[in-house]
């Protein structure tokens, strides 16, 4: 059990829960990003939903290939629903190239890395499924994205034998084509509501076969009323469901939710560990193998995160000297803020820039009002789908007005 999760205590107690029947319908993966929450979270489903008919005699083994096994480590298990927000291009795009170079070399690790792509993958594509989407006005229009990557998924289903090179990159090229379209389009920043209820539904429909699993990613990040809704589930769960939660910071869950869960702590991987991660993950090779497991995957940005930040300096600079940046031209510096995590960068790097310096008193107020600007910008993007070239305007707007409040006087 829990063999793809490395460096984690918390397995060791999952696993003693399970094999004990003791572990509750409710759980709470807690720890800092990049640990294996998630990681982990999948595997329990998988755990949960062997049916224990298989060669080691053994329930939840790690090369069980009973029919339930096979689909959890394809994650098209229909008994499980995974919801939240969560930045997925760059996993996508590691994983692409490891499973090309894999198929290039024929790699030993070749059936490990088909895996990783097909995984990372629909870790995305199963946050919109129909169940949770069902009646939403958006769902016209994601579904055929949807559709036309689980067709070429289909190409890659490990029952089958690969194309050959040239078209297995050609069909590479055109999944991750569509799952950049799907997320910048329809990936939102705080679970909708009615994805919880529609969840709620699903939940008191009797299983078939095995434990249904509904996994909210980024709890954390849930708004008042999606907790409240959330709440009354956990209230009186379904006798077959399990509810798998995941926070990097448990502070910010509703402590009644807290109430209602069982928490296992994720700790933060040592540097040699995170680098073990990398090159056993991503198979890594050469330098990229002394990486951290953030920087490795902000190797695949299509701009250096570096370049973002200066861009936000810049930006900062020309605010707070009267003149008002271009936001046409700061969108396309930034390759269009695509994928949306560029953007979450740059306003990262207009708070930091601002933060940098010295304040008084009455500066030190209005430092804290753009800290509150570029969340309003983020939320506009990402919740409102506002462009992030109107969005921009609007945050030049107010953060100016702030630095017409003060003395009219630069805040730099």
Known sequence: MFDNLLYQNSSFLLQQDILNNRLPGAILLSGPASSGKLTCA?????????????????????????????????????????????????????????????????????????????????????????????????????????????????????????????????????????????????????????????????????SVSGKKIFIIENAERMLESVRNALLKILE????????????????????????????????????????????????????????????YLQLFLPVKPEQIKKSAASYVHFLMNSQIPLSDTIVKECNGFEPRFLFKIFLTGIMESVREHDFSAQRSEACTKVVEFCRECYNSVSIFNVSPAAAIERLSRDISSVRREIMHTPLL
């Not at 024929?106 to 995984?119: G, S, T």
């Not at 799907?182 to 919880?196: A, R």
Request: proline share 4%; charged share 25%.
């Open 42 to 206: 999948l595997e329990i489903a998988r755990i949960l939903s062997c049916s224990g008919q298989n060669q080691y005699n053994q329930r939840g083994h790690w090369l069980c290939e009973c029919s339930s096994c096979k689909k959890n480590k394809e994650l098209s298990n229909t008994n499980v629903l995974l919801a939240g927000p969560r930045d997925c291009s760059l996993e996508i795009l590691a994983a692409k190239k490891a499973f090309l170079q894999a198929s290039f070399d024929n790699a030993r690790y070749l059936i490990a890395a088909r895996y990783l792509f097909i995984r990372s993958v629909r870790k995305l594509t199963m946050r919109f499924s129909q169940v949770l989407w069902e009646g939403d006005d958006k769902l016209s229009k994601l579904a055929p994205l949807v559709a036309s990557i689980d067709e070429e998924m289909e190409k890659l289903n490990p029952e089958k034998e690969l194309p050959e090179s040239e078209k297995l990159e050609k069909i590479c090229d055109s999944i991750v084509k569509n799952c950049e379209k799907l997320e910048s389009g329809f990936m939102y920043d705080s679970l909708p509501i009615n994805q919880i209820r529609r969840a709620s539904v699903w939940a008191h429909l009797k």
């Open 236 to 295: 009186e769960p379904p006798d077959d469901m399990v509810f798998i939660l995941t926070t990097s910071n448990r502070g910010a869950v509703m402590p009644t939710i807290l109430s209602r869960v069982r928490t296992y702590t994720f700790t933060e991987r040592s540097l040699s560990q995170q680098q073990e991660v990398v090159s056993r993950v991503f198979h890594a090779q050469g330098d990229e193998k002394s990486l951290l497991i953030n920087d």
